[in-house]
């Protein structure tokens, strides 16, 4: 017989899957997080998602100060630039820090063909594919400005024709990093990446393993996934680390023969659910967490909406005439609901965090607080946000229903 789970025990486990489940007070002190405690993390959440908008904050460091409260965004560089690296950029959910010990499996899966090469292109592709491993095994980690100009290739050749105004270097780097021949030893301040060999990236005793099969390779990334999930839908868990859900469900099928997920069902929502057995099942969580576009426990968002009635999508890919809340609108997370979301700013010339937006969230589940308490504690949180991105102050702009009541909590501060 299937389990059955309410949606509140449901929302629960997701939320503590995701390490969103401790109180904002619990959280270590400022100045005391640690690449432990980030190592850690990662080993929970597996993956941060990286993306180049910095309109607030690179989104690969929103997730861990959501978890873990302010803490020294140089101690992510130490875990992906030094060795033994305890995480590296790959391709997973889209690029992302992983674990290196997912890399050999999801370089079996990786068939992202916008990357490839096109046939014309082939011969050229081979001749620049050699010379940049050639520059690379004899050089520091470069930037693809700095190959180009090492091969001296193309300033004559027309960007047009390779697409998205890519040179031909880069085109073929990032076939190479897709490949897993070339990695990223790190970003510049620009978020250039640092190329390298990827045997010079993955910790010394993961170079040398031998490429797994597919499903081998399979069960690991989607016993990853569902852990990190706690509890989800075969299609969630495949969306995590972008396995075809069918491979994802054959997965589901072998773990739950070795006893490492069960079938459940969720009340009220009409699609069956496979629940990690080592997933925690409080009775209750005091998350307070401001969530990134990119937080992976909203990467799915038919899962966010079933499992708490919210709505997402992403303002900065939505035509402006169409943006319904904003720009970068973050959900904030209060308790085990998603109760508000805010449009924020990092004004940096002014020194201040702008809410450029506030919208309370419609409590169709019944467990939110009420939009009082929503304001004191969305503005509490923003209050540490400004602190940590080393704003002054937050300014509140007046727009949406949430507005008001912020700008209020806000100047009682």
Known sequence: MTDRLSLAAARRIAIAAQALEVPHDARPSAGRVTTAH?????????LLQIDSVNVLSRSHFLPVFA???????DLLARLSERQPRRMMEYWAHEASFIRPEHFADLRVWQRRRWVGLSAPAAQEHEVIAAGLVDVLGRSRPMTATGLAAALDHDHAVDRVSWGWNWTPTKRVLEHLFEQGVVGSAGRTPQ???RYTLTDRVLPPALRDVPEPSRPEAADRLTEAAARALGVATARSVADYFRLPVKAATESLGRLAAQGVVRPVSVDG?????????AARRPRRVEARALLSPFDSLIFHRPRVEELFGFHYR??????????????????FLLGEALVARVDLKADRHRGVLLVQA?????????????????????AA???????????GDVVVAPRGDLAASLARAVSER
């Open 67 to 73: 978890r873990l409260g302010p803490y020294d965004r």
């Open 381 to 391: 949180e923003l209050a540490t946000m400004a602190g940590w991105l080393g704003l």
């Open 191 to 193: 978020f250039e990446r």
């Open 358 to 378: 506030a919208f309370a969230e419609p409590d169709a589940s019944g467990v939110g607080p009420r939009p009082e308490a929503v304001a004191r504690e969305l």
């Open 269 to 277: 929502v009409d699609r069956p659910h496979w629940l990690h057995t």
């Open 314 to 331: 992403i303002g900065i890919y939505t035509p402006p005439e169409r943006r319904e809340h904003g720009y970068y609108v973050l959900p």
């Open 38 to 46: 980030l190592a850690a993390l990662l080993r929970r959440i597996q």
